[in-house]
């Protein structure tokens, strides 16, 4: 039981965390995603793949020989937060 209350507390976590990141932008506004892995591979990454997340796009990248996670802006393709990946 208390295996299943975390999973879902952690679940519903991840989402908010993309709301927070990116600013809420109507879906029509948004570029497609095959449009975000093409300014995301001019700025030098190597895009491995792209989902929407929440307000933002994921982006699962590599730079310079390392694995990086992307949030990206749905608007205007703006990297809001990068991290390394594991």
Same mark, same amino acid.
Do not use: N, S, W
């Given at each position: 039981m208390k295996t @299943?209350?975390?999973? *879902? *507390?952690l679940l519903a976590a991840t989402p908010? =965390? *993309?709301t927070q990141t990116?600013?809420? @932008?109507? &879906?029509d506004k948004w570029l497609r995603a095959e449009e975000i892995q093409?300014? %995301? #591979?001019? &700025?030098?990454? #190597? %895009?491995r793949r792209v989902k929407k #997340?929440?307000?933002c =796009? #994921? %982006?699962?990248a *590599? &730079?310079?020989g390392k694995r990086v996670e992307l949030y990206v802006n749905p608007a205007d393709a703006a990297i809001v937060r990068e991290k390394a990946s594991s």
């Open positions: @299943t209350l975390i999973a *879902a *507390a908010a =965390f *993309a990116c600013p809420e @932008t109507p &879906k093409q300014r %995301v #591979e001019k &700025k030098g990454y #190597e %895009v #997340e929440g307000t =796009f #994921e %982006v699962k *590599a &730079k310079d």
